[in-house]
């Protein structure tokens, strides 16, 4: 029978660790003056937020004073009450007021917010926090550390995935974003919050993301040349072939393709979509 790994404290550089329970992943950083983590992925498993804190326990005595929420989707910021006797909360405003009205009490309000790129700083240690600006309601914040040469953007950073559903944001902001990512910050390895297959990566693998999004980006205008209507099975047909040669062993693939098709065409046409 094979054995399956359900939890996982790993180091990502020095000072550097994360946890996973499953397919979420939690980072933080240890310094002489406390802690900064990044969620608490405690709507799966709500045991998970203490599986963290006792993670954290076992590399340091330091407590935790700063939670960042990388986004408020509930499967990656419920639980950070755990770390409120100690710990700020801090997020982008726009996670403010879906935190706020979900009214979940294991899941703070944050008190530090921001909406342009900031830092925080803790133990002579500057870790840097990037709004992502993926469209106007996007709450996604990503985290460079760059004394340990990490960053973390959740969601939109899994290798070998396709994009979840019908894309985070428009698709040329989106390139935008991985570009900057590969040109301006300066690190080795970055963590996506998840964990299958891989719960990190490393600027290979953004330019591989990158690349998905032009191709599709191809397929969906060699469908349209063939006079195929939009998002209709005829296309994602046509695309899928298109693309299945080198991205059909993704994850997801099967599963989100269709989907990805129609946000793609729906962000450029001026219509975020309903569900993204």
Do not use: C
């Not at 499967?75 to 403010?96: C, K, L, P, Y």
């Not at 040109?183 to 490393?202: C, E, N, R």
């Not at 005829?234 to 062993?249: D, N």
Request: zero cysteines; glycine letters at 6%.
């Amino acid at each position: 029978m094979t054995t399956e790994s359900l939890a996982e404290l790993v180091r990502f550089a020095p000072d550097v660790y994360g946890f996973r329970w499953v397919n979420h992943v939690a980072m933080f950083i240890v310094t002489d003056a406390g802690v900064l983590l990044v969620d608490a992925n405690g709507q799966v498993n709500p045991r998970t937020p203490a599986l963290i804190k006792e993670a954290i326990r076992s590399v340091t005595a330091q407590p935790v004073k700063y939670f960042v929420y990388s986004h408020s989707a509930f499967d990656h910021s419920t639980g950070g009450a755990i770390f409120a006797d100690t710990a700020r909360f801090v997020g982008h405003r726009n996670a403010v007021e879906p935190i706020r009205a979900a009214k979940d009490p294991t899941t703070p309000v944050p008190d530090i917010v921001f909406d342009k790129p900031t830092s925080l700083e803790l133990g002579g240690r500057k870790i840097d926090l990037h709004p992502a600006d993926l469209s106007p309601t996007d709450d996604y914040v990503v985290v460079h550390d760059p004394a340990g040469r990490v960053a973390m953007f959740v969601d939109l950073i899994q290798p070998r995935n396709v994009p979840f559903r019908t894309l985070l944001g428009h698709p040329e902001r989106i390139v935008e974003r991985l570009s900057w990512l590969e040109a301006k910050l300066d690190f080795d390895v970055i963590v996506s919050g998840h964990a299958t297959p891989q719960m990190s990566g490393t600027k290979q693998d953004i330019a591989e993301q990158r690349g998905y999004y032009r191709d599709l980006t191809d397929a969906i205008a060699t469908a349209r040349a063939a006079g195929l209507a939009e998002g209709a099975p005829e296309m994602t047909t046509l695309v899928r072939s298109i693309l299945h040669p080198k991205y059909g062993a993704w994850r997801r693939f099967d599963e989100f393709l269709a989907l990805n098709i129609q946000g793609m065409i729906a962000w450029r046409a001026g219509k975020a979509p309903a569900a993204h």
